[in-house]
């Protein structure tokens, strides 16, 4: 993976995870959609634009009382970064607490972040990548 792609990918989990405020700005393109998680419960929801992404994350955000990704793997086919996540996050009306394996697709243009897809499964996320049949 190249420095530039790996950088862009580490920035982004600093941003989710909120360790660098101004994140967002550095690694999402102006242009950015996010399409829902394949397998969730918003996978046909598509958002649009840098802002309206930020806006989805809290929005995602204010059902959790906390909420963290920690970057397992990452690899690169050409434009698009495939990133294997585990998150982790407890529930703000309970102390449930759920971890998930799940994975992203990222295209980059300009050295930023203009389309990301999460993904519930992980083979399906290297399948949609051309990685795997």
Excluded at 1 to 14: C, K
Aim: proline letters at 2%; glycine letters at 10%; hydrophobic letters at 40%.
């Amino acid at each position: 993976m190249s420095g530039e792609a790996a950088d862009v990918v580490r920035g982004l989990m600093a941003a989710i995870n909120g360790d660098d405020p101004e994140g967002p700005e550095r690694v999402l393109h102006p242009e950015v959609v996010q399409y829902g998680t394949r397998g969730g419960i918003d996978q046909d929801r598509v958002v649009r634009g840098r802002e309206a992404v930020l806006e989805y994350w809290r929005e995602v955000a204010e059902a959790w009382e906390s909420q963290s990704f920690e970057l397992e793997r990452l690899i690169e086919a050409g434009d698009v970064v495939v990133a294997f996540w585990h998150e982790t996050a407890r529930g703000r009306q309970s102390d449930l607490e759920v971890e998930t394996d799940t994975a992203s697709i990222l295209r980059l243009r300009d050295g930023k972040i203009v389309e990301l897809r999460g993904y519930l499964d992980r083979d399906e996320a290297l399948r949609a990548a051309g990685l795997i049949a």
